[in-house]
């Protein structure tokens, strides 16, 4: 963060100045509208599908509680190349239309799909699971008292759900919501393959196809203020409130069984949003694949998988140690400091990957290039780039970028661990090493497995770091289909992104199995 500011704020302006007088408007405004859309969106759709799937009984509900999490797995850019292939104009859709009532091109209007909107719509299906999780969990551990009670005092099943049990819910979805929306204003690529203008694909632009390191530094701070300010703003709006079950007792909500239409409109509200974030473009994405003419097998495609692989796991060991850490400082030595590194490991979420690339490009950069002028001066060696361009400063980044979630999952377990047996390891002459690798570590083990899975999996769908900051003839599988993509080689993309899809599916799989342990 320190170096994005540093360098935005003594680079040159007369890239800026251009931007300001050119695209800076429309970048601010189609970020605004995007995160105003997906805010909406996943709101309606995650909570939607949490409450029915929690508080109502309608046949295949048991089937789509677990299947409603399902598109988690497929990267938005993904998403995108499979609706374009559908909905495009020279896609199925379209051209079965034209061939069903002989139309010509003008003679039909038919949405855009490489638009905002567009752009808006992939996001919204594959991050609404994060809000249907969350209000899920809290529509779960709500107690009934307070529902009923609004129930007996006059007011419907809806008024009832708007005005008591939605309000109580109020942390979980703000955080879902949340997260979905720092995920839209991290995205580069549905943007950049839909041609949509956000601050994301500016920094982009700025960066390789303008060559102002600058200009990129600015715009980078630019959204990095407007996502803080997003986080402070929602935590700060919520005050002093607090969030409590009514009443001494815990009661379960009773579930209502529905039957007939209502039934029928239930089934269908849970079910779309799986079949169009999931079914049909895995099915797309598989027959695009058919026709790829792609070979997995080749030499150059194990390198893309190599890459991809190897670049995951070390992230992945990388971040998790770092997580444990952290997480066993903050459990030894819990105050204020432990708190604040915590606070700010998490921050690193709540930043693009376009922006850490740029933090972490510039301070080494002029690190190894002062290095090797003094190497030339002193010597008469060049050291040449030493950290830039290198694998571990994009692991960096992927550490930083992907902390949080580690960290949560960690902490998710070792609040499992009771403080008598740290005691009574301490009291046996146990080291604090010891205590964390004789008993924290043994039976974290589920949850550290559960940490390593998520983040090898979002770095193996992370685009704009991975683009920015990778070496030179260093290709990943999501690196490999937004190229294709961008050549308009959609059937080729179909390939690395159904293997990108397949990976994802690990996490999601143990989500959708502890979702079935919680219900």
Same mark, same amino acid.
């Given at each position: 963060?320190?170096?994005?500011?540093?360098?935005?704020?003594?680079?040159?302006?007369?890239?800026?100045?251009?931007?300001?007088?050119?695209?800076?408007?429309?970048?601010?405004?189609?970020?605004?509208?995007?995160?105003?859309?997906?805010?909406?969106?996943?709101?309606?759709?995650?909570?939607?599908?949490?409450?029915?799937?929690?508080?109502?009984?309608?046949?295949?509900?048991?089937?789509?509680?677990?299947?409603?999490?399902?598109?988690?797995?497929?990267?938005?850019?993904?998403?995108?190349?499979?609706?374009?292939?559908?909905?495009?104009?020279?896609?199925?859709?379209?051209?079965?239309?034209?061939?069903?009532?002989?139309?010509?091109?003008?003679?039909?209007?038919?949405?855009?799909?490489?638009?905002?909107?567009? *752009? /808006? #719509?992939? =996001?919204? +299906?594959? %991050?609404?699971?994060?809000?249907?999780? &969350? @209000?899920? !969990?809290?529509?779960?551990?709500?107690?009934?008292?307070?529902?009923?009670?609004?129930?007996?005092?006059?007011?419907?099943?809806?008024?009832?759900?708007?005005?008591?049990?939605?309000?109580?819910?109020?942390?979980?979805?703000?955080?879902?919501?949340?997260?979905?929306?720092?995920?839209?204003?991290?995205?580069?690529?549905?943007?950049?393959?839909?041609?949509?203008?956000?601050?994301?694909?500016?920094?982009?632009?700025?960066?390789?196809?303008?060559?102002?390191?600058? *200009? /990129? #530094?600015? =715009?980078? +701070?630019? %959204?990095?203020?407007?996502?803080?300010? &997003? @986080?402070? !703003?929602?935590?700060?709006?919520?005050?002093?409130?607090?969030?409590?079950?009514?009443?001494?007792?815990?009661?379960?909500?009773?579930?209502?069984?529905?039957?007939?239409?209502?039934?029928?409109?239930?089934?269908?509200?849970?079910?779309?949003?799986?079949?169009?974030?999931?079914?049909?473009?895995?099915?797309?994405?598989?027959?695009?694949?058919?026709?790829?003419?792609?070979?997995?097998?080749?030499?150059?495609?194990?390198?893309?998988?190599?890459?991809?692989?190897?670049? /995951?796991?070390?992230?992945? +060991?990388?971040?998790?140690?770092?997580?444990?850490?952290?997480?066993?400082?903050?459990?030894?030595?819990?105050?204020?400091?432990?708190?604040?590194?915590?606070?700010?490991?998490?921050?690193?979420?709540?930043?693009?990957?376009?922006?850490?690339?740029?933090?972490?490009?510039?301070?080494?950069?002029?690190?190894?290039?002062?290095?090797?002028?003094?190497?030339?001066?002193?010597?008469?060696?060049?050291?040449?780039?030493?950290?830039?361009?290198?694998?571990?400063?994009?692991?960096?980044?992927?550490?930083?970028?992907?902390?949080?979630?580690?960290?949560?999952?960690?902490?998710?377990?070792?609040?499992?661990?009771?403080?008598?047996?740290?005691?009574?390891?301490?009291?046996?002459?146990?080291?604090?090493?010891?205590?964390?690798?004789?008993?924290?570590?043994?039976?974290?083990?589920?949850?550290?497995?559960?940490?390593?899975?998520?983040?090898?999996?979002?770095?193996?769908?992370?685009?704009?770091?991975?683009?920015?900051?990778?070496?030179?003839?260093?290709?990943?599988?999501?690196?490999?289909?937004?190229?294709?993509?961008?050549?308009?080689?959609?059937?080729?993309?179909?390939?690395?992104?159904?293997?990108?899809?397949?990976?994802?599916?690990?996490?999601?799989?143990?989500?959708?199995?502890?979702?079935?342990?919680?219900?």
């Amino acid at each position: 963060m320190l170096a994005v500011a540093l360098a935005a704020v003594t680079g040159g302006t007369d890239t800026v100045r251009h931007l300001i007088e050119t695209v800076l408007p429309g970048y601010a405004g189609t970020t605004v509208i995007l995160v105003a859309l997906v805010s909406v969106g996943t709101f309606a759709l995650g909570v939607g599908a949490a409450w029915l799937v929690t508080m109502t009984r309608f046949p295949g509900v048991r089937v789509l509680e677990v299947a409603l999490v399902l598109p988690m797995a497929f990267p938005s850019y993904v998403l995108a190349y499979a609706y374009t292939y559908i909905l495009d104009h020279p896609g199925i859709v379209q051209s079965t239309l034209r061939q069903v009532t002989g139309w010509g091109p003008r003679d039909y209007w038919f949405p855009e799909i490489r638009s905002t909107g567009g *752009a /808006a #719509a992939m =996001l919204i +299906l594959v %991050l609404y699971p994060y809000v249907y999780l &969350l @209000a899920r !969990a809290a529509f779960v551990q709500q107690s009934s008292g307070a529902f009923l009670a609004a129930r007996t005092l006059g007011h419907s099943a809806w008024s009832a759900f708007w005005r008591v049990s939605l309000p109580m819910a109020r942390p979980a979805i703000a955080g879902g919501v949340l997260l979905a929306v720092m995920e839209t204003i991290a995205d580069f690529g549905t943007s950049a393959y839909f041609g949509v203008q956000t601050f994301a694909t500016g920094i982009y632009t700025s960066w390789f196809t303008m060559a102002d390191r600058a *200009a /990129a #530094a600015q =715009l980078a +701070l630019c %959204l990095l203020v407007f996502a803080l300010v &997003l @986080a402070v !703003a929602e935590r700060s709006s919520r005050g002093k409130a607090r969030y409590h079950a009514a009443g001494k007792r815990h009661m379960k909500m009773p579930p209502e069984p529905l039957s007939g239409l209502r039934a029928l409109a239930a089934f269908a509200l849970c079910a779309l949003p799986v079949i169009l974030g999931f079914a049909l473009p895995a099915l797309v994405l598989a027959i695009m694949g058919l026709d790829g003419q792609q070979d997995l097998l080749s030499r150059r495609y194990i390198r893309f998988i190599q890459n991809s692989l190897t670049l /995951a796991g070390t992230a992945a +060991l990388v971040t998790v140690f770092a997580a444990i850490c952290i997480g066993f400082f903050q459990r030894l030595r819990p105050g204020r400091r432990s708190l604040t590194t915590v606070y700010l490991a998490r921050l690193g979420y709540a930043v693009p990957g376009g922006v850490i690339a740029v933090g972490l490009m510039v301070p080494f950069a002029a690190f190894d290039n002062t290095l090797d002028a003094w190497m030339r001066a002193s010597f008469g060696i060049s050291t040449g780039l030493l950290v830039t361009g290198s694998i571990w400063l994009l692991v960096a980044a992927y550490m930083v970028r992907f902390l949080a979630a580690a960290l949560g999952a960690y902490e998710g377990g070792q609040s499992t661990v009771h403080a008598n047996m740290d005691a009574a390891a301490r009291s046996l002459g146990e080291s604090p090493l010891g205590t964390l690798r004789r008993i924290h570590l043994p039976i974290l083990t589920p949850s550290l497995l559960t940490a390593l899975l998520i983040v090898f999996v979002d770095v193996m769908k992370e685009l704009p770091a991975t683009l920015i900051m990778r070496p030179f003839n260093y290709d990943t599988l999501a690196v490999q289909a937004y190229r294709l993509a961008s050549d308009e080689r959609l059937e080729g993309a179909a390939v690395p992104s159904l293997v990108i899809v397949a990976i994802g599916l690990l996490p999601v799989i143990l989500i959708c199995r502890q979702v079935g342990r919680r219900s």
